[in-house]
């Protein structure tokens, strides 16, 4: 196997491939491990595939993986003679020095491997560029899924001890508890929503769902926002609903308090122009990027991630919402292909040990409901979002018939001013937690700044079983 145009062999090992399917035949704890890491075609040399299908395949039966098994086996396949017959099955096991270090003969393997699928891949990226069969966009989307997904293999699967595990979680309790109280995760900025969850973990998908026009969208920027200033974290949002114009607007009266509505209507009055001067000024260095567009795929936005990440560092991730993330590839259902965007962006959260918030629609289930309260079954188009995320978190604006249910009838509710009007309760409902519990609390939503806000402090907060 030689390499592209130029007279270059692909990178390899013939030692390492040796050593590491001689230790497999010696040892059948070797076996199990290697197995676990590497595919057939990462072995450069056909025999040597041949030879590792083999053993792999009698260790998933439960046979013996021994010289004199794995023999046979080619024998009865009418493969012994390709690979060199029994005598280079010796030669194999003669080549091993030592069985306890089968990992790192795999390793060894694997590298390799790595490398050709790079050099692979990039001579398919420069044919792609050459032959202009495709736009520079398509190019680029191809490009980014055959790296990544190379890139993928580099993370691997592993066992580890559970002594080194032990002294992880131990090392983290402590320090927890050297905080006193302080949170763990990012601070939302929202006092009972940080109490219940302990912030924004790392790592973790959070899920944020409600019916069109409670304030998904207006919840997340309040959160960005106080991510940004106060804790000092980079914030990227991937918007594929609302325009970066429009999140700006949003973003700036949110935090000046200047009626949005009016806003847009250009009748703003002059002490609201200051104050979005003054916005201006205070939000210009907030580090949080942008990324509008209606058509984004998850490779696209692991990749635009990613790159934040390795230039400004990154804190969380926001995107709104899930259900028009564009799938990575055509499933039979809409539910498989909504399936596979939590799950990549669960992957996300894991891979770059930041928090995830996926804003999610709910499924119109919920409208015919009394109440209209939502439930984890409303999560719209497939129940992996719930089993994804770690955190699901609905928003629900109470109607006037719950509260009548209350004891208020309409008629008798006093008459409220127009301010007290723009001004609605928003219950939020922490529906899954892993790590804490599920419970129910008031905030505040304004909808004239589109800004969320904690309520008294004496607020009712009810525990679910």
């Known amino acids: 196997m030689v390499a592209t145009g130029v007279e270059r062999v692909m ?61 046979e086996e080619l024998r009865r396949l009418n493969l012994l003679d390709s690979i060199g017959g029994a005598l280079y099955i010796g030669t194999l096991i003669e080549s091993c020095p030592a069985t306890v270090s089968a990992i790192d003969y795999a390793r060894i393997v694997m590298e390799k491997s790595i490398l050709r699928k790079l050099i692979n891949a990039a001579s ?27 890139g993928q293999r580099r993370l691997g699967c592993r066992y580890e001890p559970l002594q080194g595990l032990l002294k992880d979680a131990w090392e983290r309790i402590e320090r927890h508890y050297s905080l006193g109280g302080v949170l763990t995760g990012l601070s939302t900025g929202f006092r009972l929503l940080d109490y219940w969850t302990g912030g924004l973990q790392p790592s973790e998908l959070i899920v944020v769902a409600a019916r069109p026009g409670v304030g998904k969208t207006s919840f997340a920027l309040c959160i960005a926002l106080n991510v940004a200033l106060r804790e000092k974290q980079v914030v990227v949002i ?77 804190g969380l991730v926001i995107v709104d919402y899930l259900q028009l993330v564009r799938p990575p590839r055509k499933a039979d259902t809409r539910a498989q292909e909504v399936a596979e965007v939590a799950r990549s962006l669960k992957l996300l959260a894991r891979e770059l040990n930041v928090p995830v918030m996926a804003l999610s629609q709910l499924s119109r289930a919920v409208e015919h409901r009394p109440g209209r309260r939502p439930i984890l079954a409303d999560l719209r188009d497939s129940g992996a979002i719930e089993a994804e995320a770690d955190v699901v978190i609905f928003l ?18 006093p008459e409220e001013t127009k301010e007290q009007q723009e001004v609605v309760d928003i219950e939020v409902f922490i529906a899954k937690q892993r790590s804490g519990p599920t419970t129910r609390f008031t905030m505040k939503f304004d909808k004239r700044y589109t800004r969320f806000a904690d309520v008294a402090p004496d607020m009712e907060i009810s525990p679910q079983p």
């Open 11 to 71: 990178p390899h090992s013939i030692d390492a491939e040796q050593a590491v399917l001689g230790a497999m035949m010696i040892d059948r704890e070797a076996t199990a491990q290697v197995t676990t890491m590497l595919e057939p075609d990462d072995f450069y040399f056909e025999h040597h595939r041949i030879i590792y299908e083999i053993i792999r395949k009698l260790y998933e039966r439960g046979a013996s993986t021994d010289m004199v098994t794995v023999v």
């Open 124 to 150: 398919s990226i420069a044919n792609w560029a050459y032959e202009q069969h495709e736009d520079a966009d398509t190019i680029i989307d191809r490009a980014e899924a055959a790296i990544l997904g190379i």
């Open 238 to 314: 991937f918007s594929l609903e609302m325009s970066k114009q429009e999140l700006i607007q949003r973003m700036l009266c949110t935090y000046a308090l200047v009626n949005l509505h009016q806003m847009r209507r250009t009748s703003i009055q002059d002490e609201d122009l200051e104050r979005l001067a003054r916005a201006c000024e205070d939000l210009y260095n907030a580090p949080i990027y942008i990324v509008d567009s209606a058509d984004l795929s998850p490779f696209e936005i692991r990749s635009l991630s990613r790159r934040l990440k390795a230039e400004r560092g990154l």
């Open 396 to 413: 629900h604006k109470e109607e006037d018939e719950e509260r009548t249910g209350r004891g208020r009838s309409k008629k008798e509710k």
